[in-house]
């Protein structure tokens, strides 16, 4: 078993950056982000694998950025340019099999 724990959403602004942090109990990998809107199906955001290769979502390709610290278990996701749209809960998952409980963001006009 694998325990997640997210920190890092909030509210900001258009154009404004927040930065989500994951913690995994034990070293695991891939590593990455999902993001669920209201009556919408849940979408990659970004994964990282164990050799440091990244995968994003179509629609935050140039504007966010994933990273890991492998000594603390635990994966970044920077997010710059944000728009209203990228308002969704944000899933960290471990192995695409462990899920964290979810981190708001919000982002406003």
């Known amino acids: 078993q694998v325990q997640l724990v997210e920190s890092g959403g909030g509210l900001v602004q258009a154009g404004g950056s927040l930065r989500l942090s994951c913690a995994a109990s034990?070293?695991?990998?891939?590593m990455g982000w999902y993001r669920q809107a209201p009556g919408k199906q849940r979408e990659l955001v970004a994964s990282?694998?164990?050799?440091?290769?990244?995968e994003y979502g179509d629609s935050v390709k140039g504007r966010f950025t994933i990273s890991r610290d492998n000594a603390k278990n635990s994966v970044y996701l920077q997010m710059n340019s944000l728009k209203p749209e990228d308002t969704a809960v944000y899933y960290c998952h471990a192995s695409f099999t462990y899920w964290g409980q979810g981190t708001q963001v919000t982002v406003s006009s």
């Open positions: 990282i694998s164990s050799g440091g290769s990244t």
């Open positions: 034990r070293s695991i990998f891939p």
